[in-house]
C-alpha cells in the first residue's frame, strides 16, 4: 500500500476512535450542570445522586479521552512532518490557546467535581462542575477553529518555497473568525449535546424498562430529553447554515455531497442513492430543484458539479462522501422524530408508560456517535485532495522520510492498544451503569426488591 492511504488511514483509525469521547464529555458536561443546578434549586436528594452518579461516568470518559488524543499530537511528527512545518504557527497559536483556556480550566477544577463533595460548599462545587464544562466546550473550539482554518483558510501569508514553505498567521483573529469556524462549531458542539444526552436517555431508559431507580431516573429522562429536542431541531437549522457554507466556500465538497456531476446545472436533493463514479451517474430517490433552492433559496440558479472542477481537484471517493453525508443527514432527522414525539407524550403525561418507546432509546445512544463520525469522514474525505484548502494538497503533506512498513507496523499496535482501551471502558461502563446510583445513606446503591425480601 502506499504510505500516503496508510498514514491517512492511521489517522483517520485515531481520531474516530478518539472522536467517541469528546463529545460525551462536553453533552454529560451540561448534563451535570442542569442536574447539579436542580439540586441546588429544589434541594432535592436524589438530583445529588444523579450528579454524584454521572460525575463518576464523566470521570472515566475523560481519563480515556485524553489517554486516546495524545497519539494524534505524535503522528503530525511522524507521519505529516511537512503539513506540521507548514501549518505550525497556525496550528501553534491554536493548540496553545487550548492549553491555557481548556486543559488549565478543565484539570483546575477536576479535582474538585470529583472529590470536593462535603469539602467545599455547594456553590463552590457547582461553579467547579461549570468550568469542567466550560473547559471541554473550550477545547472543542479551539480544534475546531484549527480544523476550520484547513477547511477556510483566513489571516495569514505564505512565507518561503517549496519545502520551507510555510503559512504565517497575518491577523489572529482573522484566522479564528475565518469563514467557517463559526458556523461549524455550532454544528459539533451541537452534535455533542445529542451525544452526551443521549447517553442520559439510554442509561435512565434502561433503569426505567428494568423498574430501577424509577423516581430519579424520570426526572433524568425529563432533563435530558428536554436537552435533546433542543439540541436536535437546532442541529437542522445549523446544518442548512453549514451547507450554504460550503457551497459558497467548497463548492466541490458539496457537489460530492449530492452526487451532482453536471457543470453548471439546476441540482436536486437526494434522500437517497448510490453513485456510480464511472459513468457519473446517481439512482436513487430526489426531490427535483430542491438543492438549488436550499442553497439559493430560488429553483432557478444553477449550482456548480464536480465536472466544473478538474479532475484531480475532485474528491476522490464520491460514493462515500455521499453515503456518510446522506446517513448523517438521514439520523440527524431520526433524532428529532425520536426527541418531538418522547416530548410530546411528555408533555401529555403518557410517555413513562410507553415501554415500547422507552426500549427504542436504549440503543438511540449509538445514534449520534454515528453521526458524529460519518459527519467528520463527509467533511474530511470531501475536501480531498487538498489538507489545506486550495492551497496544500494531501499528499504534499506528508513526512518525506516515513515508509509503508514503519506506518503499517504503528498502524497495527495503535489498532492493538485501542482495542484494549475500548474493551476496558465498555467494561468499566457496564460495571458503573449496573450498579446504579448510590441511594443509601452510606453510599449503597439500590437493592432490588426481590433481594430484600430474600434477607428478611
Do not use: C
Not at 107 to 130: A, D, E
Amino acid at each position: 500500500m502506499e504510505v500516503e492511504f496508510l498514514a491517512r488511514l492511521q489517522f483517520a483509525f485515531t481520531i474516530a476512535f478518539h472522536y467517541i469521547y469528546p463529545p460525551l464529555s462536553i453533552g454529560l458536561g451540561m448534563m451535570l450542570i442542569f442536574l447539579e443546578g436542580m439540586y441546588l434549586r429544589t434541594g432535592d436528594k436524589q438530583y445529588e445522586q444523579l450528579t454524584r452518579f454521572w460525575i463518576k461516568i464523566f470521570a472515566l470518559i475523560f481519563g480515556i479521552g485524553v489517554a486516546t488524543g495524545i497519539v494524534m499530537e505524535f503522528e503530525f511528527g511522524t507521519n505529516w512532518a511537512t503539513y506540521s512545518r507548514y501549518v505550525g504557527d497556525i496550528f501553534g497559536s491554536a493548540l496553545a490557546a487550548e492549553g491555557i483556556f481548556a486543559f488549565a480550566l478543565e484539570s483546575g477544577f477536576l479535582g474538585i467535581l470529583l472529590f470536593g463533595w462535603h469539602r467545599v460548599s455547594p456553590r463552590v462545587h457547582f461553579f467547579s462542575t461549570i468550568m469542567v464544562a466550560l473547559g471541554s466546550m473550550f477545547s472543542a473550539i479551539w480544534i475546531v477553529v484549527a480544523n476550520s482554518w484547513m477547511q477556510t483558510p483566513a489571516g495569514y501569508r505564505i512565507e518561503g518555497e517549496g519545502l520551507h514553505a510555510r503559512a504565517v498567521v497575518t491577523d489572529f483573529w482573522a484566522m479564528v473568525f475565518n469563514p467557517s469556524s463559526m458556523d461549524r462549531l455550532l454544528h459539533v458542539i451541537l452534535g455533542a449535546f445529542l451525544a452526551g444526552s443521549f447517553l442520559v436517555l439510554s442509561v435512565h431508559a434502561w433503569y426505567l424498562v428494568k423498574g430501577r431507580f424509577v423516581e430519579m431516573s424520570q426526572k433524568a429522562f425529563r432533563i435530558a430529553l428536554v436537552f435533546a429536542t433542543v439540541a436536535a431541531l437546532s442541529q437542522l437549522f445549523s446544518g442548512h447554515r453549514s451547507a450554504q457554507l460550503i457551497a459558497e466556500h467548497q463548492p466541490a465538497k458539496l457537489a460530492a455531497f449530492e452526487g451532482h456531476y453536471d457543470s453548471l446545472a439546476v441540482a436536486d436533493l437526494y434522500l437517497f442513492g448510490l453513485v456510480d463514479e464511472k459513468t457519473e451517474q446517481v439512482s436513487g430517490v430526489a426531490i427535483p430543484k430542491m438543492l438549488t433552492f436550499l442553497i439559493h433559496e430560488d429553483f432557478t440558479t444553477p449550482v456548480p458539479g464536480l465536472r466544473a472542477f478538474p479532475e484531480e481537484n475532485r474528491p476522490a471517493r464520491v460514493n462515500f462522501v455521499f453515503q456518510t453525508y446522506h446517513l448523517m443527514v438521514s439520523i440527524g432527522m431520526a433524532l428529532i422524530g425520536l426527541t418531538v414525539l418522547a416530548s410530546l407524550l411528555l408533555w401529555r403525561g403518557r410517555l413513562f408508560r410507553q415501554t415500547w418507546l422507552l426500549r427504542l432509546f436504549v440503543p438511540a445512544v449509538l445514534l449520534p456517535q454515528i453521526a458524529n463520525q460519518v459527519g467528520w469522514y463527509s467533511a474530511e474525505v470531501g475536501r480531498q485532495p487538498w489538507v489545506v484548502y486550495g492551497i496544500l494538497r494531501t499528499s504534499d503533506g506528508l513526512s518525506k522520510s516515513v515508509t509503508a512498513d514503519q506506518v503499517w507496523f504503528s498502524l497495527i499496535l495503535f489498532s492493538w492498544v485501542y482495542v484494549l482501551l475500548f474493551g476496558l471502558f465498555v467494561y468499566l461502563l457496564h460495571k458503573k451503569i449496573s450498579h446504579g446510583p448510590e441511594t443509601g445513606e452510606e453510599g449503597e446503591s439500590e437493592v432490588p426488591e426481590s433481594s430484600k425480601r430474600f434477607k428478611s
